[in-house]
């Protein structure tokens, strides 16, 4: 069976902390995608990357970064983590547009 | 701009019922639209609807695409409860990135 994997379920962490969220997928999948997930605003896109060290900008990137050093692993990292960054981190892999993504379980990041 | 809208927000049912989720869309070059159930973790995958298939099922489950009205709808029959869970929609922004863009999310509740 497909997995993707995210390393913490929950995490709480202080203002001002580096964090680094991390996630892997076992299936070969080329794309890699961090969303946020909100209350009443849905899923937005943070980053994504086609490839192995390619990274692009989604929607709302800002105090935010990425890494994909490998191609299954791809890292969300919190530069300075703030309190409006508490929320659910999903992290999700796709092979191409045939099938949609398979998501991770999510991470569940509270700032205090 | 592009948008996924969803309609109810939220909705309380009882066991039995037939439910009809909708979503709608204003997106440039539409190449595909997606459904997902979410429940405590990660969302899974129910349905792909693009302008060649545009109409599945799986059990009690449909979904059927309107391209002329820009939107779409998932019927649930003879509900359960554990059907109880957020239904995202989410549709490929621009034709071959894999991007989505999601809607917020209609949470259903089926009580027993």
């Not at chain 1, 981190?89 to 547009?97: Q, R």
């Not at chain 2, 554990?82 to 894999?98: F, H, M, N, P, Q």
Request: glycine fraction near 8%.
């Amino acid at each position: 069976d497909v997995k993707v994997t995210q390393s913490s379920r929950y995490l709480v962490k202080r203002t001002g902390e580096k964090v680094f969220l991390e996630c892997v997928q076992d299936m070969d999948h080329e794309n890699m995608f961090w969303y946020r997930q909100d209350p009443g605003l849905g899923l937005r896109l943070i980053y994504f990357s086609y490839d192995v060290k390619m990274k692009e900008k989604g929607d709302i990137p800002e105090g935010y970064s990425v890494s994909r050093e490998k191609k299954e692993r791809f890292s969300l990292i919190l530069e300075s983590a703030s309190t409006n960054q508490t929320s659910m981190y999903l992290c999700a892999s796709s092979l191409d547009g045939n099938y949609g993504y398979t998501f991770g379980s999510g991470t569940r990041l509270t700032v205090v | 701009e592009d948008k996924v809208v969803q309609s109810p927000l939220s909705l309380v049912v009882h066991e039995g019922d037939t439910v009809t989720l909708n979503c709608s869309y204003e997106v440039t070059n539409f190449r595909s639209l997606l459904w997902y159930k979410q429940e405590k973790k990660a969302p899974t995958f129910l349905f792909m609807l693009t302008s060649s298939g545009i109409e599945k099922k799986s059990g009690r489950l449909s979904s059927i695409l309107d391209k002329k009205e820009l939107s779409s709808i998932l019927n649930i029959t003879a509900t359960q409860t554990g059907d109880s869970a957020i239904y995202l929609c989410a549709v490929e922004r621009k034709s071959g990135t894999y991007k989505y863009i999601f809607g917020t999310g209609t949470r259903l509740k089926v009580l027993a």
